[in-house]
């Protein structure tokens, strides 16, 4: 069965410093989506992606965090620097069509732990 | 604070119906979703119900919608240890999906 990839599944890292996530959505999937989850709340959004393109990235906080699809298929949420608030658990998710009418399917996560 | 609702813990006995409960604010949110999360990992897509509806069953899963309350509510029957984890009642937007806090079950042997 068809998978959301995500790597790496945990990172530690020091405040100050720069970290990476990759995500590779559905083959197919034209909408990819990144989330923030942190310890005992839901998901919020921080980036949607429709192929290349940026759909909403208001949450995102500019100053800090980058996230790229260049080619349409795999992406890359970067965080530089970390904060110490920035631990949480980020999930990347897609779906074959734009939200309200499709299913999302997400992927198990990168936990980021900032010391 | 959310703009979606749950309680966050419920504590049952295995065989025992769950009754987790959602209220949200989005009256025109065409979609309305039941997410799974066990620990340490992503979350899955239990079931979902369309927002002209007001049941749906799948096996052991029913959902109750009312729309007049913006209330949702996923009933799972014969509980089982299996089903423990965190449920996530989620709303669509148009361009977001906003979740809950997450309800915790516990299934107890």
């Known amino acids: 069965e068809a998978e959301v990839a995500q790597s790496p599944r945990y990172k530690i890292t020091e405040k100050s410093q720069a970290v990476a996530f990759w995500c590779d959505p559905i083959?197919?999937?034209?909408?990819l989506y990144w989330y923030r989850q942190i310890l005992g709340q839901g998901p919020e959004l921080l980036v949607q992606?429709?192929?290349?393109?940026?759909?909403?990235d208001s949450q995102l906080p500019k100053d800090r965090f980058s996230a790229e699809r260049l080619k349409g298929v795999d992406s890359t949420l970067k965080i530089q620097p970390a904060e110490l608030g920035d631990s949480a658990m980020y999930l990347c998710?897609?779906?074959?069509?734009?939200?309200?009418?499709?299913?999302?399917?997400f992927g198990e996560g990168s936990r980021l732990t900032v010391l | 604070g959310e703009d979606v609702e749950q309680s966050l813990f419920l504590s049952v006995r295995e065989g025992d119906s769950s009754v987790i409960n959602c209220t949200y604010t989005d009256s025109s949110s065409t979609y309305l979703y039941w997410y799974k999360q066990e620990p340490g990992a992503g979350l899955q897509l239990l079931t979902y119900?369309?927002?002209?509806?007001d049941m749906k069953q799948d096996q052991r899963l029913t959902v109750l919608l009312n729309k007049k309350d913006k209330h949702l509510s996923l009933r799972i029957a014969d509980t089982q240890t299996g089903d423990s984890a965190i449920y996530f009642c989620?709303?669509?937007?148009?361009?977001?999906?906003?979740f809950g806090a997450g309800t915790r079950l516990t299934v107890k042997p």
């Open positions: 989620a709303e669509s937007r148009v361009n977001d999906m906003r």
């Open positions: 119900i369309f927002s002209n509806m």
């Open positions: 992606f429709q192929d290349e393109s940026v759909v909403d």
């Open positions: 998710a897609s779906s074959f069509v734009t939200l309200n009418t499709g299913e999302l399917f």
């Open positions: 083959s197919g999937h034209a909408t």
